[in-house]
């Protein structure tokens, strides 16, 4: 594989977490809309989220080859009433963001980060930081079905909709993601766990990187996609979130 192919491969996320103009994309299991209003929540508790066990993963795919990484979560509160999480935030660092995949390459590896931080992706000098904020936490129901987006056919392409998700959803999670300084609604299933003392939160879905404006590579610019000249919009996203009660 050549050199340029690592460094053009995206990510995601979060965290990416990467949206345009459509307000609803359809074919991912996270649901796009315009901004939420944030509104304020009556909690008898605020957990801290535990950054060290906390993380957003990504995966990257061109037809070429995948690359794959993290998004270290800097901080974050999880809003909890009774046995029920009524809000919370966190936010991930930008200028962290990790490839995992091309580490018995370093010469490789810092290429592609160092791309990946520039403004033809995160924009990581001007947008150094990128934010969710919880609008609403419901039970998970059938209803919430996901429907899979057709990709352009080659052998890495990205795990879909239904391939790429968790296990037992309990909880459909929407909140405001923030990133390059745009921000949107995303929904997505989640399976949540609330303890005395501890939340556990796991996350994963796919979604468009475009609509947050990471345009570089975009496929639909692509005249020709046999020629696999091209990024794939689709990036699959992980997030785990391990949050810890006040102590008494």
């Not at 990709?151 to 923030?178: C, D, M, Q, W």
Request: glycine share 6%; aromatic share 8%; net charge negative.
């Amino acid at each position: 594989m050549k050199t340029n192919i690592y460094s053009k491969l995206l990510i995601l996320t979060a965290i990416g977490f990467l949206f345009s103009c459509n307000p609803k994309s359809e074919g991912t299991d996270a649901e796009v809309s315009e901004a939420k209003e944030v509104e304020d929540v009556s909690a008898s508790q605020e957990y801290t989220v535990n950054t060290e066990k906390s993380v957003v993963s990504w995966i990257g795919s061109k037809p070429t080859g995948k690359h794959n990484g993290t998004i270290p979560i800097s901080s974050g509160t999880v809003a909890v009433e009774g046995d029920a999480i009524v809000g919370g935030s966190i936010d991930m660092n930008i200028t962290e963001i990790s490839n995992d995949d091309l580490a018995e390459n370093p010469e490789m590896q810092a290429k592609l980060v160092g791309h990946l931080k520039s403004a033809d992706f995160f924009d990581a000098e001007n947008h150094p930081t990128a934010n969710f904020t919880i609008t609403s936490v419901e039970p998970y129901s059938a209803k919430d079905s996901i429907k899979v987006k057709k990709e352009f056919e080659s052998e890495y392409k990205p795990a879909s909709a239904k391939e790429h998700r968790v296990e037992s959803p309990t909880h459909k999670i929407t909140g405001n993601l923030t990133m390059r300084g745009k921000t949107l609604s995303v929904s997505f299933p989640a399976n949540v766990t609330l303890t005395d003392g501890q939340i556990m939160a796991k996350a994963k879905f796919n979604i468009d990187r475009t609509q947050w404006g990471l345009q570089y590579g975009d496929e639909a610019d692509v005249v020709d996609k046999a020629k696999d000249k091209f990024i794939y919009n689709t990036v699959n996203v992980g997030f785990e979130v391990v949050a810890d009660a006040p102590s008494m």
